[in-house]
Structures are given as C-alpha cells and as structure tokens.
C-alpha cells in the first residue's frame, strides 16, 4: 500500500488524531442572548400564523398546476416539431414523383416549401396536380 503524499489522517500506532486535527479549544462557554430568543420565537410565530399548513398545501397545488400546464405546452411543441419534420422529409418524396424537376429545382423548391411553415401546409393540402404548378411558381419567383 502505497502512502498518500500529505501522510496518514491519524497516528495509527496511537489511533488517536495529529494535533493540528484536534478542534480548538473555547475560551468561554457559548452564551445565548435572551433577546435573541424571543425575537426569534415571535418571527417564528408571525411566520407560522401566515404560513399555516393549508396556505402552504394551496401554494403548492398552484405550483404544480402550473408546471403541468407548461410540460403539456413543451409536450405539443414537441409533437408538432416531430409532426413538420416528419412532413419536411414527405417533400422532397412528393418532389421525386415529378420527373420534369431537376435535382436543383427540386432543392430549391423543397427549401422554399420547407421554409415557411404556411407553405408546407398548402402543399399538402392540394391535390398532385395542383402541386406541380405550386412548384412552377416557386421555381419562377412568384411564390
């Protein structure tokens, strides 16, 4: 076993602390004002009175109303976020099925679509055919 740099906590052949780890002594006995003491029961006793116990159990219930509400806010962000991501990759699919795009123009027209969020919900909500010419539109500047 190998010793620690700073040598060993205790004097192990005595099993008794060093003497630079004994606490020091006190010069006097600790003494407690009385003033101290009944100033500190009265702010306890104020505290008490306007913190009573179902004051404390209605602040609680308040508090965890709302973090509930926000956890269900970050929850919906968090689906709809999943929901435009999963609609983002359905773009460029739907862009594949129309042969007489380019692999630039279909970028292109993926990157407006996918821009704005208003976009990618009229694209999917018009037919196939419609698509085509939305995406003529972008690709001419007029979108």
């Known amino acids: 076993m190998t010793e620690h740099p700073l040598g060993p906590a205790t004097d192990h052949r005595l099993g008794k602390l ?7 002594q006190t010069r ?18 104020v505290i008490s009175s306007c913190c009573s116990t179902p004051k404390v159990v209605d602040a609680l219930g ?6 509930e509400a926000i956890l269900e806010m970050i929850a919906k962000r968090i689906g709809y976020e999943e929901d ?3 609609s983002r990759k359905k773009v460029y699919a739907s862009l594949d099925s129309m042969s007489w795009l380019s692999v ?8 407006s679509i996918t821009s704005i969020d208003k976009n990618l919900d ?14 003529n539109m972008i690709l001419n500047g007029r979108i």
């Open 28 to 45: 006097a006995p600790p003494r407690v004002d009385s003033f101290f003491c009944s100033s500190a029961y009265e702010i306890l006793a």
């Open 62 to 67: 308040k508090f965890t109303e709302k973090i």
């Open 104 to 111: 630039e123009d279909k970028l292109i027209a993926a990157s």
């Open 122 to 135: 009229l694209f999917f909500s018009i037919p196939d055919n419609e698509k085509e010419k939305m995406v």
């Open 18 to 24: 060093l003497s630079h780890q004994l606490a020091n």
């Open 84 to 86: 435009m991501s999963a």
